[in-house]
């Protein structure tokens, strides 16, 4: 009898041990999570998508333009979003020129917009984030910056778990796996 | 086994450190304050060489609704996220608050959603939403429960100190 009572209470102490390593690996080294929502098509798909988050970039380290983010959402602290950042502190911004696009808006509510003449300065410690697909993205330009605080990690790759091991060629390419690299080039 | 003694023990106390630090994370940790700023109910001492430590509570805190005006909070600074600021809630989500700072750029602040509105309780010595405007809760990484040093001021009340009621606007002068 007291065999067993030690070897449950070791098999519990083993447990905790493993899964607290684990749980600490998975927060401040590299994570593997599903993103969902159409902010960030074409880059990740809406669905199925995994990705592959960099937490040693979480406060905001080492990031730069173009790198995206999986941040918490600062309006909803229980929710998280991946966007792109397209601004860094400093950078002057101009907010949302499609909010005055005679596209999609009557002349009035251009005017009352004022989108091409709206413009703000990122202050020190944040960041301008947007998803890829500006059209279907609650972002900066909703909740304006985010606090570096409140990011998590940068992601470094993405694959579709509904994808399968080969493309439509046969080829192999295992789960559609893919680098996201920083995309964004200074003018010269 | 043919792992000497000394070494085997050293190694079995080594993966209890992950334990350690998860229940750091997300249960309790001390943390020692710097900075004047929450004077007089944190490090009340002018001899700036005097620190208090105080328990921090880890779960729960950003839970939307969870923390109440009056609390004590640690939050990552918003200018610098390295930073950690210990501050008061002044503050929750839905309120009208009269920034403290004349310099603040409005005269009315109205905290937005799961946001919070923090203050220092050292009025010329604090750097908080007068300066930085109101805070995402998920800034917030700890709540300030007790005082544990100086052992003379253990258990003080943190709850007591800062301004309360002159910050708010009455509901009724909303309209």
Request: aromatic share 10%; with cysteine.
């Amino acid at each position: 009898m007291h065999r067993y009572l030690k070897l449950a209470s070791g098999l519990f102490s083993w447990t905790l041990r493993i899964v607290c390593a684990g749980h600490l690996g998975a927060q401040y080294l590299c994570e593997f999570t599903e993103t969902r929502g159409e902010s960030m098509l074409p880059t990740l798909q809406a669905r199925h998508d995994f990705v592959y988050a960099n937490r040693t970039h979480r406060l905001g380290r080492g990031l730069d333009m173009g790198d995206i983010v999986v941040a918490v959402k600062p309006s909803d602290p229980d929710h998280n979003v991946c966007k792109r950042i397209s601004g860094m502190p400093g950078d002057v911004i101009l907010v949302d020129p499609s909010s005055s696009s005679t596209v999609s808006n009557s002349v009035s509510t251009c005017e009352r917009n004022d989108g091409f003449n709206k413009f703000v300065v990122v202050p020190e410690g944040h960041v301008w984030v947007t998803g890829d697909n500006l059209s279907h993205s609650l972002d900066s330009r909703s909740y304006m910056w985010l606090p570096m605080g409140l990011i998590k990690g940068k992601v470094s790759a993405a694959a579709s778990l509904d994808q399968g091991l080969f493309d439509k060629d046969g080829k192999f390419w295992f789960f559609n796996l893919r680098w996201l690299k920083r995309n964004f080039e200074d003018e010269p | 086994m043919g792992i000497h003694p000394f070494i085997r023990t050293s190694l079995l106390t080594l993966t209890w450190i992950p334990v350690l630090y998860e229940f750091h994370d997300h249960a309790y940790q001390p943390c020692e304050i710097r900075g004047a700023s929450m004077a007089p109910t944190l490090n009340p001492a002018t001899d700036s060489m005097k620190k208090d430590i105080v328990l921090v509570q880890k779960f729960n805190v950003r839970k939307p609704g969870y923390l109440k005006r009056g609390d004590v909070v640690m939050l990552r600074s918003p200018s610098d996220p390295e930073k950690l600021l210990a501050k008061r809630v002044i503050g929750v989500q839905g309120d009208t608050i009269i920034p403290r700072d004349p310099k603040y750029p409005k005269e009315k602040a109205l905290i937005p959603r799961n946001h919070l509105w923090v203050e220092g309780d050292n009025q010329f010595h604090s750097i908080d939403s007068n300066n930085f405007g109101p805070v995402s809760q998920g800034l917030v990484v700890g709540k300030v429960t007790n005082v544990i040093w100086p052992i003379l001021r253990f258990g003080s009340d943190v709850l007591k100190g800062g301004r309360m009621l002159s910050a708010f606007l009455p509901i009724s002068s909303e309209s």
